[in-house]
């Protein structure tokens, strides 16, 4: 039961909010990247782990 709440909620801390913050902060604006799609569908695949696990 832990592992299924404490492993999304990593994959969010970790892949979900920084590619959100680049496009939320204007002052992240250069760091915008192909690699941000990339990053935020993994961290959707880790997340969906709670949903369809």
């Known amino acids: 039961m832990i592992y299924a709440i404490s492993g999304p909620l990593i994959a969010m801390i970790l892949f979900i909010m920084p590619t959100l913050s680049t496009y939320l ?3 992240l604006k ?4 192909a690699g941000n ?3 935020l569908v ?4 880790c997340v969906s782990v709670m949903f369809f696990g």
């Open 25 to 27: 902060i204007p002052a």
């Open 30 to 33: 250069p760091y915008r990247t």
């Open 37 to 39: 799609f990339i990053t």
């Open 42 to 45: 993994v961290g959707l695949l």
